[in-house]
């Protein structure tokens, strides 16, 4: 398996080098990195560069012009990833909310479905009880709201870490995707859903983000709360063919 971590950043200078050694200590061969970078004002983009270094061929670094969004993050990052190669993508936030020992176990799990998805919202995952109410409220009520207007057998859709068999990636029209925000992640999942892809969701412990600032906001759950409705209506061809 050739693996490729894809890892959007903006502003995790705190993070990132933490996040990169303790990728490169776990237990799997053939391991890349590529840090989807939005020339982060604290120089995340400069360390990056650094970390690459000092990982020669292992850690790769697109930069992008400006603050473009998670989402367009990802499908360059799936784009570059697919053309170096991979034969399985992973998706994952910089700032330690996904733990990293937790990809071995997706790897294992995406030997048996299309795409593995790290879950808060199966027996046995959970989020950080340092959370706010308001915060845990908003995250469980997103879910709810999202499978139940898409009717998504999954738990935690709203989730960003991800593994994806290169296939599966190939097999999606990414082209499609208008989602940016969180949106993003429902979306995915739900084309994945749809075109009959299997998925299986492993247990996390979600960590609240240690250092630097959340880049959650109002306009992000907007368009949330807005896209699922269109995603609905959107993929109505897809979702007769199932
Ligand atoms: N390249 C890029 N990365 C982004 C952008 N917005 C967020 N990210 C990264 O995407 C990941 C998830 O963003 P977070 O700010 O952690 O969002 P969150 O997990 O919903 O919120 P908190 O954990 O509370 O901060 C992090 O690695 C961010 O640095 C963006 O516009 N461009
Ligand atoms: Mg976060």
């Given amino acids: 398996m050739r693996l490729t971590v894809i890892i959007p950043t903006y502003n995790e200078a705190e993070n990132l080098p933490r996040l990169v050694s303790a990728l490169f200590s776990l237990p799997l061969e053939n391991l890349n990195l590529l840090v989807v970078d939005d020339n982060s004002p604290d120089g995340t983009g400069e360390l990056a ?23 367009t993050a ?22 330690f909310s996904h733990p990293p020992e937790k990809l071995v176990e997706l790897v294992e799990v995406l030997q048996d479905c299309d795409v593995a998805l790290g879950s808060r919202y ?16 908003l995250s469980a009520w997103g879910n709810f709201y999202a499978r139940t207007i898409l009717s998504v057998p999954v738990r935690d859709v709203t989730g960003g870490f991800r593994l994806w068999r290169r296939e599966t990636l190939l097999g999606m029209p990414l082209e499609l995707v208008r989602s940016n925000g969180y949106a993003f992640q429902i979306e995915l999942a739900y084309i994945a859903y749809l075109l009959g892809f299997t998925t299986k969701e492993v247990p996390i412990y979600f960590a609240d983000r240690r250092w630097g600032q959340s880049k959650m906001s109002f306009r992000i ?11 609905r209506f959107r993929y109505q061809r897809l979702k007769r063919k199932r």
Avoid: N
């Fill in 49 to 71: 560069e650094m970390l690459a270094y000092e990982h020669p061929g292992c850690l790769m670094v697109l930069h992008r012009r400006a603050k473009a969004g998670l989402g």
């Fill in 74 to 95: 990802y499908i360059a990052g799936f784009q570059y990833a697919l053309k170096a190669g991979a034969t399985a993508i992973a998706q994952m936030d910089a700032d």
């Fill in 122 to 137: 199966v027996p046995g995952g959970s989020v950080d009880e340092r959370w706010p109410a308001w915060r845990k409220g």
């Fill in 221 to 231: 759950q907007q368009e949330a709360a807005f896209r699922v409705w269109q995603m």
